[in-house]
């Protein structure tokens, strides 16, 4: 199993960038995927997540009513809509999905830097 997570970048503070991780080597679209962050110095976080079959969507107080986590079944890709960013928000981004035997699958991590 290999996620590719890509879309991230530099923009300005109020701008929007949108994320993508595509899930590939499953025979099957997995439980639940979720994206995850961690800024320079600071613990890796929890930002949102997205159960596949139900369209289930928990977030982060902090990034509740500007993120937007979606999937695409065909795809298997699972995009993180960010908007009205703000400087907080600069981190390096991973998604991560579990797998049946109980740990992790991680992607590459994606850089998202919002200037003021």
């Known amino acids: 199993v290999q996620l590719q997570a890509s879309g991230g970048g530099y923009v300005q503070a109020g701008g929007s960038l949108r994320l993508s991780c595509e899930v590939s080597g499953r025979s099957s679209s997995p439980f639940v995927t979720g994206w995850f962050r961690q800024a320079p110095g600071k613990e890796r976080e929890f930002v949102a997540a997205?159960?596949?079959?139900?369209?289930?969507?928990p977030y982060a107080d902090a990034v509740k009513g500007r993120f937007t986590i979606s999937r695409d079944n065909a795809k298997n890709t699972v995009y993180l809509q960010m908007s009205s960013l703000k400087q907080e928000d600069t981190a390096v981004y991973y998604c991560k999905t579990p797998s049946v035997l109980g740990f992790d699958y991680w992607g590459q991590g994606t850089q998202v830097t919002v200037s003021s």
């Open positions: 997205i159960i596949w079959s139900t369209g289930v969507t």
